[in-house]
Nanobody, 115 residues
Framework: EVQLVESGGGLVQPGVSLRLSCAASGFTFKNYPINWFRQAPGKDPEWVSTIFSDSRTAYVDAVKGRFTISRDNTKNTAYLQLNSLKTEDTALYYC?????????RGQGTQVTVSS
């Protein structure tokens, strides 16, 4: 069974950093792009970042220069480093993978940025 489990969220003040983790199981992790999404209250989900199997990365403009995606294939884990957090970054963050044509996602980890 393909599973993704996120962790690392929390309640932080503006300007602080967090590192989110996405632990994967049930598939050959190193071969798949991993995506991060977020959903703020009352808003549609938003794609945030992707790391490909060759470690190329992509980001939505709103987080470029502040967020960094990475992966450790030895641990079957992807990460999202969130720096210089803003109140507008408040959202449920979750990771996803497209496996056998299905969009698989984790349950998410809440990030709340508030002074």
């Amino acid at each position: 069974e393909v599973q993704l489990v996120e962790s690392g969220g929390g309640l932080v003040q503006p300007g602080v950093s967090l590192r989110l983790s996405c632990a994967a199981s049930g598939f050959t992790f190193k071969n798949y792009p991993i995506n991060w999404f977020r959903q703020a209250p009352g808003k549609d989900p938003e794609w945030v970042s992707t790391i490909f199997s060759d470690s190329r990365t992509a980001y939505v403009d709103a987080v470029k220069g502040r967020f960094t995606i990475s992966r450790d294939n030895t641990k079957n884990t992807a990460y999202l480093q969130l720096n210089s957090l803003k109140t507008e970054d408040t959202a449920l963050y979750y990771c996803g993978v497209v496996y056998a044509g299905d969009n698989i996602r984790g349950q998410g980890t809440q990030v709340t940025v508030s002074s």
